[in-house]
């Protein structure tokens, strides 16, 4: 059974930076197009960040592009996303998710398959 688990969050000040890690068991990550996303209660989950399946190509959202970099370590079977230059806007819980893709990176939530619990990001000002 997939399982995806995040970690890595937590409470940080503006412009310091955190490193979130997502571990995927049941399937290899290569197996997947990785994303995340990140959600604040009565918002809709956005797009953060995107790796395809082979780590060639990436894609970001608007609102983090210079900031954050998406990346893969098929080997540990982990994806990450380090976070630099952390805004109060940031604030939301991250959530990691894979996708069956293999044609490119998956932007939008419905691609997705699997999903991790979730993990909090806090940036105080």
């Known amino acids: 059974q997939v399982q995806l688990v995040e970690s890595g969050g937590g409470l940080v000040q503006a412009g310091d930076s955190l490193r979130l890690s997502c571990a995927v068991s049941g399937r290899t990550v290569s197996n997947f197009a990785m994303g995340w996303f990140r959600q604040t209660p009565g918002k809709e989950r956005e797009f953060v960040a995107g790796?395809?399946?082979?780590?060639?190509?990436?894609s970001y959202g608007d609102s983090v592009k210079g900031r954050f970099t998406i990346s893969r370590d098929n080997a540990k079977n982990t994806v990450y996303v380090q976070m630099n230059g952390l805004k109060p806007e940031d604030t939301a819980v991250y959530y990691c998710?894979?996708?069956?893709?293999?044609?490119?990176?998956?932007?939008?939530?419905?691609?997705?398959?699997?999903w991790g619990q979730g993990t909090q990001v806090t940036v105080s000002s």
């Open positions: 998710g894979g996708s069956f893709s293999r044609v490119g990176v998956m932007v939008s939530k419905t691609a997705y398959a699997y």
């Open positions: 790796i395809d399946w082979s780590g060639g190509r990436t």
